[in-house]
């Protein structure tokens, strides 16, 4: 998912260009604004950290664009690709030392397991639009 700093400073493009180009399919895709209430649904595995109203905050603030992406490994070679969560430690090159603008604001979302990309999957994107 690209998140609201990304797609709001107008890097939707080069962010897509880069995950294309480290060779995922993108299987959907779509741009969305989300609710208060739904961005606390998708963060709710947070829900108990101190940032979590913040983070509530922060997703709905402007639109996001999630995708649907297929690799061979994916989980891992997509978090290799975005960077670590805080943009000061992650690796050149990566979209968040690119893109991101704090530890909040990071540009982008990746799932952490197997498991839990297709719950979030499921959560932005019905069967029909996915096949
Ligand atoms: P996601 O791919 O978005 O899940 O990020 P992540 O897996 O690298 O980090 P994590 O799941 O721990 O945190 C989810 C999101 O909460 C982060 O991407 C940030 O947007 C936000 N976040 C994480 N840690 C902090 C923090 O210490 N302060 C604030 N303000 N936000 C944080
Ligand atoms: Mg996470």
Do not use: W
């Not at 997703?59 to 994916?74: D, H």
């Amino acid at each position: 998912m690209i998140k609201p700093d990304a797609v709001g400073a107008g890097n939707t493009g080069a962010i897509i260009k880069m995950i294309e180009e480290a060779g995922f399919r993108i299987i959907a895709m779509k741009k969305m604004h989300l609710t208060r209430e739904r961005a606390g649904q998708f963060y709710a595995i947070h829900k108990e950290r101190p940032f979590f109203n913040d983070l509530c905050t922060y997703m709905s603030s402007g639109p996001i664009v999630p995708m649907i992406l297929e690799k061979e490994n994916a989980v891992e070679s997509f978090r290799k690709l975005i960077g670590a969560t805080d943009p000061q430690k992650a690796e050149p090159g990566t979209i968040r030392n690119l893109f991101a603008k704090s530890i909040e604001a990071n540009a982008i979302h990746g799932s952490d397991s197997d498991a839990n990309a297709e719950i979030e999957s499921n959560f932005f994107f019905s069967k029909l639009e996915q096949f």
